[in-house]
């Protein structure tokens, strides 16, 4: 039995059809992801599955994440199960056992990216010591602190007056306006539209302060070029354990107030109408399913559904 990349396409565009527009990354895109190399020299998915070991230990070696292991599996599960007569092809008890571990470790796991965080005071402290007040993480910091959005710090200009931005331009700070606009941002600037952030005075002066002492084109500029991973770098170097989510998260349990919420989820830009929908479509006893799950991990679990209806946008 063969099945070459191009049937695997034409697979998951069948099983697509009228799916929610996730199932191509939760489901399609960690299976082709995976198998890339191996494809290379085969254009077999079938001779890559039967590798099982091999798969399995990339995958555990690749993603440190034990939720991100989990959806690689899942995805590897789902297509051994659903395309017809690959079940007898490959050993299904080897991914399935892979793929229950992986669960036990996502129960077992303590969450530790949401416990025991520090307050944004205390990062910007520990970033100001380790890299200086002056420095670009330091900006980034009080950057954050304002403008908390998930990965729209590139290609952010810098000017004087509104006269003098271009037509064209996407992102940019205007001094005298003390405004940062930003007309495209991570995933819900087609449906928020434009989103504009006044910034306080101690920012622009940081802001001008930072660009007058490293004169360059654009904002924030790290080394990494990919910045979920410059973030991680940043924090950690400060001998923090934090991510990017990490700080959303401390930015997110720092609003107290209905008023503060709805501010906070306008800037991070996500829709303050999610939760209210979500709840909307559960009312009726039909489409509830209820389980049971050991009280020390309620924390996690309501994380993680928080986190699940960011990423996909349900309203």
């Not at 303590?110 to 380790?130: A, C, F, G, R, S």
């Not at 952030?197 to 654009?218: A, F, V």
Request: aromatic content about 8%.
């Amino acid at each position: 039995m063969k099945i070459s990349q191009a049937d695997a396409e034409s697979f998951y565009d069948e099983k697509s059809a009228g799916k929610p527009s996730t199932f191509a990354k939760n489901y399609k895109n960690p299976l082709l992801r995976i198998l890339k190399d191996c494809m290379v020299k085969t254009n077999n998915v079938v001779a890559c599955l039967k590798k099982h070991k091999e798969v399995i230990d990339k995958i555990i070696n690749k993603y440190e994440n034990v939720n991100t292991r989990k959806v690689y599996l899942q995805a590897l599960l789902w297509f051994i199960d659903n395309y017809e007569g690959l079940r007898t092809e490959v050993n299904r008890e080897a991914y399935l056992r892979a793929w229950e571990q992986s669960k036990l470790d996502v129960m077992e796991t303590p969450n530790k990216e949401y416990n025991d965080l520090p307050t944004i005071d205390e990062v910007q402290n520990k970033i100001d010591d380790k890299y200086g007040k002056d420095s670009i993480q330091s900006l980034y910091i009080s950057f954050f602190r304002e403008v908390p959005m998930r990965l729209d710090y590139q290609n952010i200009k810098v000017y004087k007056s509104t006269t003098e931005v271009p037509e064209d331009a996407v992102k940019y700070i205007v001094y005298r306006t003390k405004k940062l606009i930003m007309k495209e941002y991570n995933k819900t600037s087609k449906k928020y539209g434009v989103a504009e952030y006044p910034l306080s005075d101690e920012l622009i002066t940081k802001i001008k302060n930072s660009l007058d002492q490293k004169p360059r084109p654009e904002l924030i500029q790290f080394s990494n070029n990919n910045p979920t991973k410059a973030v991680a770098n940043m924090l950690r170097g400060a001998d923090m354990n934090l991510t990017l989510n990490s700080l959303r998260h401390i930015m997110s349990i720092g609003a107290i107030t209905p008023a503060d919420k709805v501010e906070l989820a306008k800037k991070m830009g996500h829709s303050i109408q999610a939760s209210r929908n979500y709840r909307a479509q559960i009312k009726d006893e039909k489409d509830l399913v209820k389980i049971d799950i050991p009280r020390r991990h309620e924390d996690a679990i309501r994380q993680l559904i928080a986190d699940y209806l960011e990423l996909n946008e349900l309203d």
